[in-house]
T-cell receptor, first 111, second 116 residues
Framework: GDSVTQMEGPVTLSEEAFLTINCTYTATGYPSLFWYVQYPGEGLQLLLKATKADDKGSNKGFEATYRKETTSFHLEKGSVQVSDSAVYFCALSDLGGKLIFGQGTTLQVKP | DTGVSQDPRHKITKRGQNVTFRCDPISEHNRLYWYRQTLGQGPEFLTYFQNEAQLEKSRLLSDRFSAERPKGSFSTLEIQRTEQGDSAMYLC??????????????FGEGSWLTVV
């Protein structure tokens, strides 16, 4: 079945460092891909998405490119802030439209 | 529009009791989803509705779990005879399915269940 694999965390960075969180997927067909963020004690918020190959999703300085050839959707940010500390989830939407999530990657940014 | 709302936000119950969670989706969203999330894990799909029809149920949804969306608006998720393994956050989400790819799914803040 469809699945998403994320790099294990936690990822600990200093403020203004470059961030990459790896995400790869296995799917039937060509799913849409998403990154969600979860702050402590809260639900999930959509961060960005891409619906077809070579699309780049971007929001709040984060970006990710849909790479069909490597089945990847890595999240990047050029300069992280303490306020970016959260859990990040990569997800795909399957043929029925529901989301399948990776296990999440915790990001800790230190001042 | 106030987003997806869930009630209660926190519930502590004794093993063997029944609990019910309510979800109010974003108005006019025709799809409603339930997920379960345990600490340190990603959300796991439980079930979803298109209007009032329940279209898919995960194998995680044992016969002690039942979900309804009687009028295609709000939904309830009931867990009967709760077990300690049911302790988790139950997330509700909704979307407007217009047949296009990549419909954005919006999540509520979740209902935390602790079974003691």
């Amino acid at each position: 079945g469809d699945s998403v694999t994320q790099m294990e965390g936690p990822v600990t960075l200093s403020e203004e460092a470059f961030l990459t969180i790896n995400c790869t997927y296995t799917a039937t067909g060509y799913p849409s891909l998403f990154w969600y963020v979860q702050y402590p004690g809260e639900g999930l918020q959509l961060l960005l998405k891409a619906t077809k190959a070579d699309d780049k999703g971007s929001n709040k300085g984060f970006e990710a490119t849909y790479r069909k050839e490597t089945t990847s959707f890595h999240l990047e940010k050029g300069s992280v802030q303490v306020s970016d500390s959260a859990v990040y989830f990569c997800a795909l939407s399957d043929l029925g439209g529901k989301l399948i999530f990776g296990q999440g990657t915790t990001l800790q940014v230190k001042p | 529009d106030t987003g997806v709302s869930q009630d209660p936000r926190h519930k502590i119950t004794k093993r063997g009791q029944n609990v019910t969670f309510r979800c109010d989706p974003i108005s006019e969203h025709n799809r409603l989803y339930w997920y379960r999330q345990t600490l340190g894990q990603g959300p796991e799909f439980l079930t979803y509705f298109q209007n009032e029809a329940q279209l898919e149920k995960s194998r995680l949804l044992s016969d002690r779990f039942s979900a309804e969306r009687p009028k295609g608006s709000f939904s309830t998720l009931e867990i009967q005879r709760t077990e300690q393994g049911d302790s988790a956050m139950y997330l509700c989400a909704s979307s407007l399915d217009q047949g296009a790819a990549g419909n954005t799914i919006y999540f509520g803040e979740g209902s935390w269940l602790t079974v003691v």
